[in-house]
């Protein structure tokens, strides 16, 4: 319990204020316009004034989205701390990691993690003729290969899921559940891009995008922006709002053990294949927050594509190896049940803001103001992602 | 100027032994010097012991099929007529896995654990490509 990472920044910094953008699924704006709107947006939700932001954490960056040099210049900031990652959805706990960092070692006062994506504007850039990705030595992170025709991240989950169909004799049926579930989700919660309920049967005569995946197993390819402030837990006490303390975090996993979309051991890639169980080292979120996975009221995670809701819960330990399809079954994961999850729709139904929507829907969680939504009395939400980030988050 | 319009292997330092091999129809994978171990894909140093010293190293060419998918949406137009089709790994008898084909077993006959053994495909006069079929 004395780890050097527990004593330094457990809730030592804080989300002030998050905003987001009009959601679409055309293209009715720039990257940056929207990026515009959802950092605005934060600022009047956090009483905060554009001139206490002196620092940018970007996830999305050009042509997906804004790079932190344009933006910073667009909205006038005089910045003394920037980070941008590589564009992938796969570095919101990261990001917002940075952030946390950075307003910690005094580097940075207030860090506006921004992320505006336009998807619907960069088709091709997705698993088509424009996505270089692939043609990396030796291959793509979603094991792209367009030699072969494996060109998309959508493969990737269905690789994995494939197996573990094989491996534990789950059904694309039981898997339905998750994008059932965000759907009901998403049902509550006006900004949600799909508002029509979603069946068991439409989801299994919905056509397949990469067999074993249908299509309400694939997010929604959208356009959207959000913005996240962090500060200290001292400054956001200040505030307009309650603050959502930044509690406890773990960063991405990577190695040979390690494909992004499937758990250790499972044996795609260059993945070894053995039983998975999580150590203390992958659980360090819970230690560093103080918390244990029991204290936790709902658990968001990066769902892209339905399988990797599967693969967090055994990452994290809520259920074993294997057990996950059957687990979600009986509204387990949703609003009301035992964990809830991605209780704004998620990917899957809100909108793909990359992810950063879900962060947006905890702070809103942990504030008490998600109506028809909320989870009663939520006091501890956790983002995790099957690639094994996380960040614990406490009101 | 064929009229093979897919994407073909970007050829690299590391890779270019791997790829010089299938054009002779021997599929050779890094063997390290040092620790024995095999390795794909290609490259400097063996991951387990850091040695630099390998040799490119044939192998049997015989595996099993560890997972597949089974490609419906058109992401890439020069794979559009062959829509619905698979793609599959093969973990090799040496441990290593490959991204490939099956050449001659239809989708709905493909499963987690087919032997398969390697063939290889002249798709340009310059570039084979190796691919599977089941194993005879």
Known sequence: MTDAATRTIRDRTAIAGVGVSRFSLRAESS???????????????????????????????????V????????VGLRLRFADQTWTHGRFVGPSL??????????????????????????????????????????????EENPVYGLTA?????????????????????????????????????????????????????SRWIVEPLHLYDCCVVSDGAACVLVTTAERARDGARPPVLLAGMQGMRAGRDEFLFGLPGLGIGKQRRFRYTPTDDELLVYRMAGVTRQD??????????????????????????????AWVQDGRIGLGGALPMNTSGGLLSEAHVSG???????????????????VEGARVMQWATAWGDSLVFRR | MSGYGKPLPRITPDNQDFWEAVRRHELRLQRCQECGRFRY??????????????????????????TWVVVHKPYFPSFADEIPYHVVQVELEEGPRLTANLVDVPNEKIRVGLPVEVVFDDVTPEVTLPRFRRAR
Not at chain 1, 46 to 62: C, E, F, K, P
Not at chain 1, 175 to 182: K, R, Y
Not at chain 2, 41 to 66: H, K, Y
Request: with cysteine; glycine share 10%.
């Open chain 1, 31 to 65: 990257p940056m316009e929207l990026a515009v709107q959802a950092f605005k947006a934060a600022l009047a939700d956090a009483g905060l004034d554009r001139d206490a932001v002196d620092g940018v954490a970007i996830n999305i960056g050009w042509p997906l989205g």
């Open chain 1, 67 to 74: 790079d932190y040099d344009r933006f910073a210049e667009v």
């Open chain 1, 97 to 142: 990691q940075h952030a946390a960092m950075a307003v910690a070692s005094g580097l940075a006062t207030c860090v506006a993690c921004v992320c505006a994506v336009s998807f619907t504007q960069q088709r091709g850039l997705l698993g088509g003729p424009g996505d270089f990705e692939g043609t990396r030595e030796e291959g793509g992170t979603h």
């Open chain 1, 153 to 205: 991240p959508a493969a990737g989950a269905a690789l994995s899921f494939r197996r573990y169909m094989a491996l534990y004799g789950a059904t694309s049926a039981q898997l339905a559940a998750v994008p059932i579930t965000f759907r009901r989700h998403a049902l509550l919660n006006p900004q949600a891009l799909m508002q029509k309920p979603l069946t068991l049967e439409a989801h299994q005569r």
């Open chain 1, 296 to 325: 936790v009221d709902g658990l968001y995670t990066y769902d892209a594509f339905s399988p990797l809701v599967l693969f967090v819960l055994e990452r994290f330990g809520f259920c074993g190896l294997g057990e996950a399809a």
């Open chain 1, 356 to 374: 950063w929507n879900s962060i947006v829907e905890i702070v809103r969680q942990l504030r008490g103001e998600c109506g028809t939504r909320q």
């Open chain 2, 41 to 66: 894909p290609p490259s400097p140093v063996c991951p387990d012991c850091l040695s630099e010293r390998f040799a490119w190293t044939q192998v049997t060419g015989r595996g099993t099929v560890t």
